[in-house]
């Protein structure tokens, strides 16, 4: 009887003393597992996103150089209107004339070294067929410049040929 008293005294102590807090180590293990799995995946996925962001970025800094290479130095009124007449006589339109409107900055910070510049361009005699090309080859040739009004009326003298008159916008670098 004393030797079952014992082996109960026994299996007391080993299930309590030491199984209990190999038990409860093992548990708070297993929790900061889980909170180390759940850390890992969260940098796993800040990590696909930092790769992705520097490779847009990457992208986004390439196209930014490249609309810069758009605006050669030197002052724009000295550059864009001969830029014009070069356009418009490589579409069969000889008779080119363009002009500054107007100049302004851009108000928001991240754009401080871009302009925006406002010309009218003049094409005294032009037939509608190769004005229409030109002015699509025009917007889709120069993804900085953007045609806001357009006027045309038939020339007095001659009915194949038209006078027109557009404002071009264009946004050029300060360089």
């Known amino acids: 009887m004393l ?6 005294g026994l299996l007391y102590v080993y299930f309590t003393f030491f199984l209990g807090p190999l038990k409860n180590s093992r548990n708070s293990i297993q929790g ?3 909170e180390l799995e759940q850390k890992i995946a ?3 996925a800040e ?3 930092a790769t992705k962001l520097e490779e847009s970025a990457h992208a986004a800094t390439v196209r930014y150089d490249a609309l810069r290479a758009l605006s050669p130095e030197g002052a724009p009124i000295a550059w864009f209107p001969p830029r014009m007449k070069t356009f418009f006589a490589g579409q069969q339109i000889d008779k080119v004339m363009t002009r500054l409107e107007t100049s302004s900055v851009f108000k928001e910070k991240e754009l401080a070294a871009w302009n925006r510049y ?7 005699q032009a037939d509608f067929g190769s004005l229409g090309k030109a ?8 993804p900085l410049l953007s045609i806001r009004r357009l006027r045309i009326h038939a020339a007095a003298n001659d009915p194949e040929m038209q006078e027109i008159v557009f404002t071009a916008s264009t946004i050029i670098d300060k360089k």
């Not at 406002?118 to 005294?124: A, G, S």
């Not at 002015?135 to 120069?142: F, K, V």
Request: no cysteine.
């Open 135 to 142: 002015i699509a080859l025009l917007e889709n040739s120069n």
């Open 3 to 8: 030797g079952g008293f014992g082996l109960i």
């Open 118 to 124: 406002l010309w009218i361009v003049d094409l005294p």
């Open 47 to 49: 990590i696909s996103k």
């Open 32 to 34: 900061k597992i889980n």
């Open 42 to 44: 969260t940098s796993k």
